[in-house]
């Protein structure tokens, strides 16, 4: 049961599959048993189950599109879960009302029972899910299964927010230990809870040994801290915690807590999870179509080309490099080969540079074209990357800049891309200054994704291929 509250999918999933074959076979018998309507023609058992397949296939798609399968849901209120239920029915039987229309009338399908089909799949559906947060909810209240947590901060907000943990034990939230830079002793204080210098925060998440695994850190700072905040995002946005805190103007203005409260506690996520589900499957359909697309109209360029590399010098004709994906991931990255074999042997890892001697003559030519990049467009395929987001840098450079850029680690957050709104505003990396740069065009880019940016950027970088400024 610990594991299904941490990762509700699957149960959610099983009690929806339920919910609506349920529903389904409750409006079958209304319209052909119950003898309601005149004239019933019962179809055949094999009919409704492909009917009924259909139909469950078609409210799983609505609901995962909509967001209600979210495997990082932490609250467990029974209002939002018939609340964001509802909202995706109305969308739902709005998307069937159309599918169905017909101004020749000639399709027999009553509006009352179609109607009367979604106020069943509403109130089964919301009916399962409002079972199994009661579920949880009883389980917090006695302790179990409950969200294993850290605490930021201990002045007047520090103080309110555990008491209201402490007090609402429903709410999940179950404090091991407290963090802060001045504490006294009071009897506002936790008398049962480790108290510890901030300094020690690190090493405490570190030592899993002593205590249950810290899955939440809960920021709960003053509101002038902002200096402090900003350093504590940084040290943690690359641990497997997840990070909410008690938000001011100044983290909402900044975009750094995004979302909503979390069960009407004064608590938002930070570095909340980017890609929403109807965009994430919107992101990567466009990938594999586009993909697919430009690779079977560049493939005689793409061969040519690699003819070319193999009659003008000695080597692999592909280039594999390591590079640094989503979440860290290493994966292997695809170009043409367009400097000399082993151009880093005597070097180690460096950037290319304008007129550097180890590029080849057939490769400052496809530089110039970008035509070296398309073997980038398989890794898209394989879901190393996405046309558009951050291009991926090499380990040995993003354990650099981690240590030396702050929020650096957060374009770890979405694939790579072939492409980006850095690259179209900035250029290539020259030098750590340049990737500072560029990694505010990366964070604005996080901030705002949608398909329309994405549109503008592959827009923009069509425009800047056929200016032949590679290299």
């Known amino acids: 049961m610990r594991r299904f509250v941490r990762h509700r999918t699957v149960p959610q999933l099983v009690l929806d599959l339920i919910s609506l074959q349920a529903a389904f076979y409750s409006v079958v018998w209304l319209r052909f048993q119950s003898g309601l309507f005149e004239n019933p023609l019962v179809p055949g058992g094999t009919e409704l189950f492909i009917v009924g397949l259909v139909l469950t296939l078609f409210w799983l798609a609505v609901y995962a599109l909509r967001g209600l399968y979210n495997p990082r849901e932490l609250s467990a209120s029974r209002f939002e879960a018939v609340a964001h239920t509802f909202r995706a029915t109305v969308i739902g039987m709005l998307i069937l009302f159309v599918i169905t229309f017909d101004p020749t009338e000639k399709i027999t399908l009553s509006r009352t029972v179609l109607f009367t089909y979604g106020g069943l799949v509403f109130l089964f559906v919301s009916a399962g899910r409002v079972a199994f947060r009661s579920l949880i909810i009883a389980g917090f209240q006695r302790g179990k299964w409950m969200y294993q947590c850290v605490q930021v901060g201990f002045d007047e907000t520090g103080r309110s927010l555990f008491r209201q943990l402490k007090n609402n ?233 981690i240590d030396t850029i702050p929020f650096y680690g957060r374009r770890l957050q979405v694939r790579p891309g072939v492409t980006g709104w850095a690259q179209t505003r900035h250029g290539y990396d020259e030098s750590e200054e340049d990737v500072k740069v560029k990694l505010r065009y990366d964070l604005y880019y996080l901030e705002n994704m949608s398909v329309g940016l994405d549109i503008k950027i592959l827009v923009g970088t069509v425009v800047e291929v056929l200016q032949f400024r590679g290299r």
């Open 169 to 401: 034990p429903r709410l999940g939230f179950d404090v091991q230990a407290i963090f802060t830079e001045n504490f006294t002793p009071d009897e506002d204080g936790p008398t049962n809870r480790a108290m510890f210098k901030l300094d020690h925060l690190e090493r405490y998440l570190d030592e899993q040994n002593n205590h249950p695994p810290v899955e939440l850190v809960l920021l709960a700072l003053d509101s002038m801290d902002h200096d402090l905040t900003m350093e504590l995002l940084d040290k943690l946005q690359c641990r497997p915690v997840r990070i909410l805190t008690v938000p001011d103007f100044y983290q909402s203005f900044v975009g750094l807590a995004r979302g909503k409260l979390i069960q009407g506690t004064p608590l938002m996520e930070v570095y909340p999870k980017l890609l929403t589900p109807t965009y994430a499957f919107i992101k990567r359909t466009i990938d594999i179509l586009t993909t697919s697309l430009i690779l079977l109209v560049s493939s005689p360029v793409l061969l040519f080309a690699m003819l070319l590399i193999k009659l003008d010098s000695r080597g692999p004709v592909i280039y594999r490099q390591e590079r640094v994906g989503r979440h860290g991931r290493i994966f292997t990255l695809f170009k043409l080969r367009t400097m000399v074999s082993d151009a880093e042997k005597g070097t180690g890892p460096v950037w290319a540079r304008l007129g550097d001697k180890r590029v080849t003559r057939v490769g400052i030519m496809l530089r110039r074209m970008r035509i070296d990049e398309l073997p980038q467009l398989f890794n898209v395929l394989k879901g190393d990357m996405s046309l558009v987001g951050p291009r991926p840098e090499r380990p040995v450079f993003v354990e650099k800049f």
